[in-house]
């Protein structure tokens, strides 16, 4: 009796979508858009192609200095760190474009959380045409079953969602088949999760990134607009962006078809470097103003909290990111390290930094400390397994990282190789 009820409930568990998926796919890889049902996102006959120089060098056998005792090719670092896609795009010529492990410029995968800046990109274009009236509009107003769920959710506004400031009680963790996050992405129901969450702090109070947030998001666009996530994005992106290859979004399920908003976008490196020019020009395609320089300027500047609250910054705007110009780990005195976050804040207020971040850090044996990271005008989005869209408006450059395996650092050091390479290899030299 008891071997008989064992073996029913393990068969429950796996008869689970969650357990199965899980089971079957393990840890998200960007190939793993084949474990769920797809939207197709068309193109057309308008190709936008950046300009390809025939006459610049291959830089993958150029040495880079990228540690103390790390001197290695381009080539070698980037295979090292399992990367499948590396781009430089610099006034529409592409400076460096290199594929490794079987990818080429025409095969697609998942951008993981980079979908969510995406997410926030077709949410700004609704907001522009009058779809969703305004960002402080309560998501109640669109998504209505949640009136009679949790009363927190009458006070989660769109903008809420867009600064992952929702309050919501959430576990980010792929790595549990049982977490909230395992439920959320290899479940077959999005809203019926949602509908059972809690909140830990009010909307609006504390930043806490999760992802279903951009999945609430994501809801409230389909909602407002009355198309699917797909055909909103292949309207309003890709054909009009001129996409060279088709891409896809991730879906909960056959029947439901409800987007996985949150990290469900798959498509090529070469047109996920066209999101970055968008935005590099202030939401503007050659002439034509897709989504609004207000809704840019939202995304795209750090966004500052107040005076008197001692984390200046944000964390994210508009599920876009800040790129840090400089972290400072000293004070006057020396110490690599403030020892609360009053001395850390006030140090960045007598440096007069415009917009700065004061990050803690915890440490066993020394304990915690704090460090001060002015905020610079680079942004970027950013996926798990350093999946990378980063963009330089003071340089006008855009570099796309893809890859399959998520290292400490290598989403800091992808971009460091750029930085590297655009000052020091014949590429630039040549062509700048």
Known sequence: ????????????????????????????????????????VETDANKFRFYRNADLPDIGATKVIMSKKDTITVDEYLAKTHTTAFLIIRNDTILCEKYYRGYDSSR????????????SLLVGIAVD???IKSVHDPVTDYIPELKNKDPHFRKLTVEHLLNMRAGLQFSESYLNPFSDMAKL???ENQLKLIEKLKFA?????????????????GIVLERATGKPYATWLEEKVWKPLGMEHPASISLDDKKRRSAKAYGGLNATAIDLAKIGRLYLNGGNWNGKQIVSQAWIDKSVLPAVVGIEDWKK?????????????????????????????????????????????VRKY????AGNYWVVCELAPQFYAYGILSQILYVDPERKFIIVRLG?????????NAIRLANILMRTSPMVEKKW
């Open 313 to 357: 910054y944000k964390d994210c705007q508009y599920n876009w990111y800040s790129d840090d110009r400089t972290c400072f780990t000293t004070d006057s005195t020396g110490a690599y390290r403030f020892t609360d976050s009053i001395s850390a804040r006030n140090f960045a207020e007598q440096s007069a930094f415009k917009y700065y971040t």
């Open 404 to 412: 399959e395996k998520w290292a400490t650092g290598d989403d800091y």
């Open 129 to 131: 045409e009058g779809y």
């Open 1 to 40: 009796m008891k071997q008989t009820a064992f073996f029913l409930i393990l068969l429950t568990c796996f008869s689970s979508c969650v357990v199965y998926r899980g089971a079957r796919y393990g840890t998200a890889g960007i190939d793993e858009y084949n474990a769920f049902p797809q939207a197709k």
């Open 108 to 119: 697609i995968s998942t951008f993981f959380s980079v979908t969510k800046s995406v997410t």
């Open 185 to 187: 992405y290899y479940g």
């Open 201 to 217: 702090k009010e909307p609006g109070e504390e930043y806490a990134y999760n992802s279903v947030t951009t999945a609430i998001l």
């Open 362 to 365: 915890l440490d066993k044996k």
